[in-house]
């Protein structure tokens, strides 16, 4: 690793080729982002940057890459307007998109704050590919160009190329191709079947897209041809063991046919499945005959919604990462990003006032407002990530005896006091291992706490009044820890919905569950939701004799709370609105 | 080394289709809420500053999600800025703000508002105009050289790809086979005849068995020139043995002539570029519906601010009208108090005279530029809309009343009459009762053609749903009812 002064050096190399040398980040650009940079006269060098933006990228990666050994992706740097970041906006972020209204309601509702002066554009976008995309807005200052370069060109980058769960669960050589694929897909099928037909599925799609992701990579359900074999096997046992004599002697013969019958159209047991799109995908009896099910998937002849609706689950799990990792992400980032812009000043490649500038800007994202404030929206994954992160550097440094105490038993706190790790080690091991629900119940020290003033209230229905259970003392720093950890448990904020049982044999009827933590039940959205399930899963004009259940189930009783199901039962019946005795 | 890329060019748009799909679906709701939003004068206000905000409701874009109930079952929460509590402290449940509810404020967020959705004044005016037109537009024109229709004009030997045409391009080919190739192999029946003749003459007087050659037509020369093929090489067989020198030279000579015409023919292409055939088209000029509307103000001392005000947003709306729904529409705009001129159209709506109110001269204008510009009453379909305050001189009543039945009413698709009137007229539940109110509404009541409206506004919001009410798509059976429907009266 590299000090500051080496670093310097290489850099000063690298800067010696320009006219404005070291005061390069501290003058404007000539002209236009994309105006080549002056020469210094003799400079022969090539294969360096030629653009203001090129040459901000490798100065903060010499620094990124040197001093603090930074694993990252290549950076593509993109100059874009504010039209292009609304619309990326509109696209969370993608790249590119189908063709869907809701996109459009999104795209609408973006411009009209961005018009009315609402939503400040985020300087920056990144996408997790390889290349890394980061997207600057032309309308940058100098300083915000190098601040989003560091933020998100190595902070987010660093993030995206090491932690398991962008590892694991995406391909960030694939989402490029995905996309294309999907939008082409979109477009094709609405050209052969019909805007409205395909708006349908999509829509539909939507509603599931909470419950289209595997959690866990645990072996997926069995194939179907898993499930052929294994009726197969049966059917030939059944014809090796077949015996004659004994048929005659103890059985009639129409009772072997029966056996054979069941052979072919035995029960297939499944295992629970989280992933509901995709169970749909496979098995929908609107899609699928009963004898072909789902033995067509990814091959020719598979109709085009299924296909759909695999394509969109295969798009749910990529953002799956993201949606677990936003505080450490930001944190990270941010962490990144406030040491890189540091380092710069303190080898004077950026004056006092950029300085200033950055400081102001490095405030405004990071701020957390109380509770009480009528600006609060919940926490701000930037704030707590960042406090963590630096919180870390600090205990791994100076720890005081508090730390000592609630972190002693920690490997990686051990270690640095052994000397056999330091900051960025541990910073490092972090990003790679970690998700914000770990992360912040391995993480989150007292002085955190008090410093955000951190609380737990609890909230229960049966109760008039909620309760403060725990604040920043050293009675509650434990219980404000592991509420705020469980906060960022998915499993807690998004409700447990599995697929638990498919009638395969008789009426092809679909079982879901909905497992009831604390008695937390399912909002009234929900009857809508299955509308939609019950569309992909068998309505269709005619109407359809394959219904769709849901059962609440409470998690500790095993208890049925709430019952849903379509079509509406008869004889009064309302669905799902019926409490159990 | 870093890669920067720009990309702020061309790159705009890529929601587009989205958007599309969005406005589409939203385009009933847009209107509704647009309806409810020119209720007022602010919202057309908003429209003529350039753009109106209107609310969508929620219910209309929703997308179902699964979610919990965040009133159901136990929780806790985490919030940060603690400044009060302690452990154990009791905070009463509220509706959103105070207390300990934040985090549901934030969960359920502004999300449950109305959308605004901002419409550009051209959007707005799409939805205010999406279902008018002008009534009785069915008078076509002579042509116009700007509006023609393109029309099938035979085939010629150059065009664009897409608009070959095979079937004449193949006949093409087949004449130019028939020239070129024919020729040749009517040169190679003729060697192969010559080759024959001399072969036979070997054989005659013996009685060797020779093949039989089909007759020779116009149209079997390959079939022909196969034959013949084979059964010169079955007598070349025969009389090898026998053949003299001479004649096996002059038989060797004939086959190599016959191979450098095979060649020769070999050479001809399948298709070239001279048989292609392209089928053309002219542009021919069309009859069109051309039209032209009169639009007479009164701008007399008797008409206030507000009402000139009421007034030119009648005809705002419909010059904009006009202008996005018809190419070939007139405006002919004329002023008035006790005497008519002809004005253009920044006069029109922002100068500014005074004077008192007579109606007929404006009348007898409008006859006039009728007869003198537009006296071709096939060709063009002719309207007049006329805002007064009513407040004509009495003696000019008859003059209106004769003028209009003579003159205006028969050469008029159809004439539309906005009276404008003050908010704090009083009871304004009857229809005004002004000397040319009662004047032109006896004027309809005599006029057999259903080609007249009139309408009361004291209001700016009056004057967009005037305009609406006047230009509103009638079904055939609409104009073929009574004048009861056309004498409505707003307000």
Redo the contacts between chains.
């Keep these: 690793m590299y000090s500051n002064e080496e670093c310097m050096k290489e850099i000063r190399e690298l800067l010696d080729n320009y006219e404005d040398g070291l005061n390069i980040f501290k003058k404007d650009p000539p002209g236009d982002w994309m105006a080549p940079l002056a020469r210094k006269e003799g400079s022969t060098a090539d294969n360096i940057p030629e653009t203001w933006m090129g040459l901000a990228e490798a100065v903060i990666g010499i620094i990124a890459k040197k001093k603090y050994d930074l694993d990252t992706y290549p950076n593509v740097m993109k100059l874009i307007s504010a039209e292009y970041m609304i619309d990326a906006y509109t696209n969370v972020g993608m790249p590119k998109n189908y063709t869907h209204w809701s996109f459009g309601l999104d795209h609408a509702r973006n411009e009209a704050q961005y018009r009315k002066g609402q939503m400040g554009l985020a300087y920056e976008i990144v996408i997790n590919t390889n290349p890394c995309e980061v997207y600057n807005m032309d309308t940058n200052s100098r300083l915000m160009m190098l601040l989003v370069t560091a933020h998100a060109g190595f902070g987010h980058n660093t993030f995206f190329k090491n932690n398991h769960l962008f590892t694991e669960h995406t391909d960030a050589e694939e989402i490029n191709p995905l996309l294309e694929r999907l939008k082409r897909f979109v477009k094709e099928c609405e050209e052969k079947y019909g805007i409205q037909e395909v708006e349908d599925v999509l829509s539909a799609c939507h509603a599931l897209e909470s419950h289209a992701v595997n959690r866990y990579s645990r072996p997926r359900a069995k194939s179907p041809k898993e499930i052929r074999e294994q009726i197969e096997e049966r059917r030939k046992f059944l014809e090796q063991n077949y015996d004659h004599l004994l048929e005659v002697t103890t059985r009639k013969a129409a009772s072997a046919s029966d056996d054979f019958k069941e052979a072919s159209e035995v029960d297939i047991r499944i295992e629970r499945d989280e992933n509901l799109l995709r169970f749909i995908a496979d098995y929908s009896p609107k899609y699928h005959n009963a004898n072909e099910v789902a033995s067509r998937r990814g091959k020719p002849g598979e109709p085009w919604q299924t296909q759909l609706m695999r394509m969109i689950a295969d798009k749910s799990q990529y953002f799956y990462p993201q949606i677990q990792t936003k505080v450490m992400n930001e944190g990270c980032a941010s962490f990144w990003h406030y040491r890189l812009l540091g380092d710069m000043y303190d080898m004077d490649l950026i004056d006092d006032g950029m300085y200033m500038e950055f400081i102001t800007s490095h405030s405004g994202v990071l701020t957390q407002r109380d509770f009480d404030s009528k600006y609060y929206s919940g926490f701000n994954p930037y704030k707590l990530g960042f406090e963590i992160f630096m919180d870390i550097e600090r205990v791994c440094n100076n720890p005081t005896d508090e730390d000592k105490e609630w972190f002693g038993k920690a490997q990686w706190f051990q270690d640095v006091q052994a000397g056999k790790a330091d900051w960025l080690s541990v910073m490092k091991d972090i990003v790679v291992e970690y998700r914000d629900e770990t992360f912040v119940s391995q993480f989150l020290s007292p002085k955190v706490i008090r410093e955000m003033s951190l609380f737990v209230v609890h909230d229960d229905e049966m109760d008039d009044e909620m309760v403060v259970t725990a604040i920043h003392n050293r009675a509650g720093y434990e219980k404000v820890r592991d509420a705020l950890a469980d906060h960022y448990n998915l499993a807690n904020r998004t409700p447990q919905i599995e697929v638990v049982d498919y009638d395969y044999s008789r009426n092809r009827a679909l079982y879901l569950e909905h497992t009831v933590h604390r008695g937390r039940e399912l909002d009234d959205d929900i009857n809508n939701v299955l509308q939609q399930v019950w569309y992909l899963w068998s309505a269709d004009k005619k109407g359809s004799i394959s219904p769709v259940i849901l059962n609440s189930v409470d998690s500790e009783t095993g208890e049925q709370i709430q019952s849903y199901a379509l079509p509406k039962r008869e004889e009064g019946k309302q669905p799902g609105r019926k409490r159990q005795p | 080394?870093?890669?920067?890329?720009?990309?702020?060019t061309g790159?705009?748009?890529?929601?587009r289709?989205?958007?599309?799909?969005?406005?589409?679906?939203m385009r009933k709701s847009a209107r509704d809420a647009l309806e409810r939003k020119l209720g007022d004068s602010k919202g057309f206000k908003d429209i003529l500053d350039g753009g109106i905000?209107v609310p969508i409701p929620q219910r209309d874009?929703?997308?179902?999600?699964?979610?919990?109930?965040?009133?159901?079952?136990?929780?806790?929460?985490?919030?940060?800025?603690?400044?009060k509590?302690?452990?154990?402290?009791?905070?009463?449940?509220q509706q959103g703000?105070?207390?300990?509810?934040?985090?549901k404020?934030?969960d359920s967020?502004d999300g449950e508002d109305d959308?605004?959705?901002?419409l550009s004044q051209q959007e707005a005016l799409d939805f205010l105009m999406e279902e008018l037109e002008l009534p009785h537009m069915h008078k076509k024109g002579g042509a116009d050289a700007g509006h023609t229709k393109p029309q099938r004009a035979g085939f010629v030997s150059q065009g664009m790809p897409n608009r070959v045409d095979l079937v004449r391009s193949f006949s093409q080919r087949i004449g130019r086979d028939l020239a070129v190739n024919g020729a040749l192999e009517r040169e190679i029946i003729k060697m192969y005849e010559q080759k024959q003749s001399v072969l036979l003459g070997y054989l005659e007087g013996t009685d060797e068995n020779v093949p039989d050659l089909p007759a020779h037509t116009l149209t079997n020369n390959i079939q022909y020139m196969d034959a013949l093929r084979s059964q010169t090489d079955f007598l070349n067989d025969l009389v090898a043995d026998e053949i003299s020198d001479d004649d096996e030279a002059l038989v060797a000579a004939i086959e190599n002539r016959i191979e450098d015409l095979e060649r020769r023919r070999a050479g001809v292409p399948f298709l070239t570029e001279k048989d292609l055939r392209y089928r053309n088209y002219v542009q021919v000029p069309q009859p069109v519906t051309k039209a032209v509307m009169f639009c007479i103000m009164d701008v007399s001392g008797s008409v206030t601010e507000e009402m000139k005000n009421n007034s030119k947003v009648f005809y705002w709306l419909l010059y904009k009208f006009l202008q996005s729904k018809y190419d070939h529409v007139e405006t002919v705009f004329i002023r008035h108090t006790h005497e008519a001129e002809e004005v253009d159209h920044d006069n029109f709506f922002y100068s500014r005279v005074t004077g008192g109110t007579v109606v007929s001269p404006a009348l007898r204008l409008t006859d006039e530029i009728i007869k003198k510009r537009y006296s071709n009453v096939n060709e063009w379909n002719i309207y007049a809309a006329h805002t007064c305050d009513g407040d004509n001189t009495s003696s000019d009543n008859n003059a209106v009343t004769e003028l209009m039945h003579e003159t205006i009413l028969p050469q008029c698709q159809g004439f539309f009459y906005m009276e404008v009137g003050t908010d704090d007229d009083s009871d304004r539940s009857k229809e005004p009762s002004t000397n040319l109110w009662r004047t032109y509404q006896r004027v309809m009541k005599a006029n057999k053609l259903e080609n007249m409206w009139m309408a009361y506004s004291a209001k700016v919001e009056d004057s967009v749903r005037v305009f609406r009410e006047f230009f509103k798509k009638r079904g055939v059976h609409q104009t073929q009812n009574k004048q009861k429907a056309a004498a409505f009266n707003i307000a």
Excluded: C
Excluded at chain 2, 17 to 25: D, H, I, K, V, Y
């Design positions: 080394m870093s890669v920067v890329i720009d990309t702020r790159a705009s748009g890529k929601n289709a989205s958007r599309q799909r969005f406005n589409e679906r905000d874009l929703k997308q179902p999600r699964i979610g919990h109930n965040p009133q159901k079952g136990s929780k806790d929460y985490v919030l940060p800025g603690n400044k509590y302690r452990a154990n402290d009791g905070i009463e449940r703000g105070g207390g300990g509810r934040g985090r404020a934030s967020g959308f605004e959705w901002h």
